[in-house]
């Protein structure tokens, strides 16, 4: 596993103490976390310049990283990132769909060169995360966002479920964004039907599962990866439908992903 390192994202655990967190997570063998600057959470944006230090802090004496956050593009958080040595903001693009895609995504572009002089200030990087829904959700979507982006400045994180989900095969997807690609998300979901052939219209739903039971297969990642000597950080998101069930899940799916690499 050279070069590999794996992180979590810790949305699940809101009401753990930092300390009850890191020790789950470091029994179970990451070695970062992505972190939820968000309101709620251990540490709010508002906080950020004080609070992700202290962070950092607490989760290096359990031998964990904070490899990334997830949260906005407001100067308060690159300002704490860079105070705290984290390297990626997680972000994602929304889009609405009465105005249409195309509109959208050129003022969010016209939004990320706004952005740029920050990540030149702070030296930290905007990763764009592609998503299902209204949103840019597929790899080629998350290229054309991307593409004219300085990769030092603004990144594509791929996310393996939701490559999936939008029906592309991983080794093309990877391909794609792969010139500015920062960061992997491991996870897996699949479509059920939420109602019965007796309806008018089918409804459907995704279901969010472990790494063996998804769209997306996980060796073909791992091998395509390897080929193409990927550096970096691969973060299970452990999102699960079966929320109750998130314990047990992730310690299942760290252990498939790391036999992987």
């Keep these: 596993m050279k070069g590999i390192t794996f992180s979590v994202f810790t949305k699940p655990w809101k009401t753990q103490s930092i300390e009850e967190i890191g020790e789950f997570l470091s029994r179970l063998g990451f070695d970062g976390i992505e972190f939820p600057l968000r309101p709620g959470y251990q540490v709010e944006p508002q906080d950020a310049e004080k609070g992700l230090p202290e962070l950092v802090k607490k989760l290096d004496a359990f ?57 030149e200030k702070y030296g930290v990087k905007v990763g764009i995360q592609h998503h299902c829904g209204p949103m840019v959700s597929n790899s080629m979507e998350l290229k054309h966002l991307v593409d004219s982006f300085d990769p030092k400045h603004i990144g594509a994180i791929w996310d393996a479920a939701h490559s999936a ?56 990642i791992a091998n395509y990866l390897k080929k193409r000597g990927y550096e970096g950080n691969i973060c299970l998101t452990a999102e699960y439908s079966d929320e109750d069930m998130v314990n047990e899940l992730i310690a299942q799916d760290i252990q498939y992903a790391k036999s992987l690499f």
């Design 63 to 119: 031998g964990l990283k904070v490899t990334s956050v997830a949260s906005t593009t407001d100067e308060k958080v690159f300002a704490g990132c860079a105070e705290a040595g984290i390297p990626i903001i997680r972000i994602m693009a929304g889009v609405d769909l009465e105005r249409g895609y195309l509109t959208c995504v050129e003022e969010i572009k016209r939004d990320l060169e706004k952005v740029v002089p920050l990540c």
């Design 165 to 220: 989900l939008a029906g592309e095969e991983p080794e093309q997807g990877l391909d794609i964004v792969w010139s500015h690609l920062c960061l992997v998300n491991l996870k897996n979901a699949f479509y059920r039907r939420l109602n019965g052939p007796e309806a008018k219209q089918a409804k459907w739903g995704r279901y969010f599962t472990t790494g063996w039971h998804g769209l997306s297969c996980w060796p073909r």
